[in-house]
């Protein structure tokens, strides 16, 4: 992950490197990949997960959440500077 570039994929059959760019020109700022490293998923800069494609090289979902019920924020009960700062993919 690059905070200018986006996000950088390695092919290792092409021995080649591209990046994918967050939608709305989000910073990345933690992410995991599938097993089969097919998708991406990145805790953005604006609040959102995005799901990255690597065939096809886009950003392909982005996905919000709830807010949570008495939280004036959706990723924390106490305090208002909590943000989306990790990603865990399970198989």
């Known amino acids: 992950m690059t905070s200018d570039q986006g996000v950088l994929v390695y092919d290792f059959n092409a021995q080649s490197v591209s990046r994918i760019q967050l939608f709305n020109d989000a ?3 933690a992410a995991d990949m599938t097993v089969d490293g ?3 998923y990145v805790a953005g800069s604006d609040g ?3 799901q990255l494609n690597t065939a096809l090289g886009v950003d392909l979902y982005q996905t919000s959440f709830v807010p949570l019920p008495g939280s004036p924020n959706n990723f924390c009960f106490t305090g208002s500077d909590c943000a989306l700062n990790i990603v865990a993919v399970k198989p």
Do not use: K
């Open 48 to 50: 959102l997960l995005h």
């Open 27 to 29: 910073t990345p700022v």
């Open 38 to 40: 097919t998708l991406i």
